[in-house]
């Protein structure tokens, strides 16, 4: 488990650029923008391949980091970051949207594959290992097979209501991650309804 002497890096996957703004895709995006608005951590610096700031949580180093690059290719960005800046795998969490959980639910896993997730797969291939923190935050599957444009629609008015609640979700199950480690974080938010 990451000790309180532990450099923290939060990765919220996503696609760059304003078509992609707000989409299913991009749940990790407005986790990372709201935890960094929420402690004050401009992401104004940009180089491998993302945009991040640093800052502090309770004394606690966090660097927030949103990959530039696309989905698929994500594990450049973070590989890059936890390199240069001495992150272990123990201080990673990757924040993503997922298909298998009901829109607006978040679970958070302690390690595993990539769940079919183009951009958990660049990190693991990246990193040499599925040994970090996951915070999933459901989008659903949609009825029709398409998944490709369902990931990339944009929210309907429904889930823009639930959306106002779990990205503010997303971001305190972040910092009890941090603060207290992912055991308390799932104890406390996996499986809870929106």
Same mark, same amino acid.
């Given at each position: 488990?990451?000790?309180? #002497? %532990?450099? $923290? ?7 760059? &650029?304003?078509?992609?703004?707000? %989409?299913?895709?991009?749940?990790? $995006? ?25 800052? $502090? ?10 990959? %530039? ?43 595993? #594959? ?40 944009? $929210? ?19 910092? %009890?991650?941090?603060?207290? &480690?992912?055991?308390? &974080? ?9």
């Amino acid at each position: 488990m990451a000790g309180s #002497g %532990t450099h $923290f890096l939060v990765a919220g996957l996503g696609n760059p &650029g304003s078509e992609y703004a707000n %989409t299913r895709h991009n749940m990790g $995006f407005l986790a990372a923008d709201e935890l960094a608005g929420r402690l004050e951590i401009p992401l104004s610096r940009q180089r491998f391949d993302a945009k991040f700031g640093h800052g $502090f949580l309770a004394g606690r180093k966090i660097t927030i980091a949103k990959p %530039t690059t696309y989905m698929n290719l994500s594990g450049r960005a973070v590989a890059g970051i936890m390199q240069y800046f001495g992150i272990e795998a123990n201080g990673l969490i990757v924040v993503h949207d997922d298909l298998d959980l009901v829109f607006g639910q978040i679970k958070i896993k302690e390690k595993g #594959g990539d769940g079919g997730h183009k951009g958990v797969k660049s990190i693991i291939s990246s990193i040499g290992g599925g040994d970090f923190v996951r915070l999933r935050i459901g989008i659903g599957r949609p009825e029709q097979k398409d998944v490709t444009n369902f990931v990339l629609g944009r $929210f309907d008015l429904q889930e823009k209501e639930i959306l106002d609640k779990v990205i503010p979700l997303a971001a305190t199950a972040l910092e %009890t991650i941090i603060l207290q &480690g992912p055991t308390a &974080g799932m104890n406390q938010f996996n499986n809870k309804p929106i």
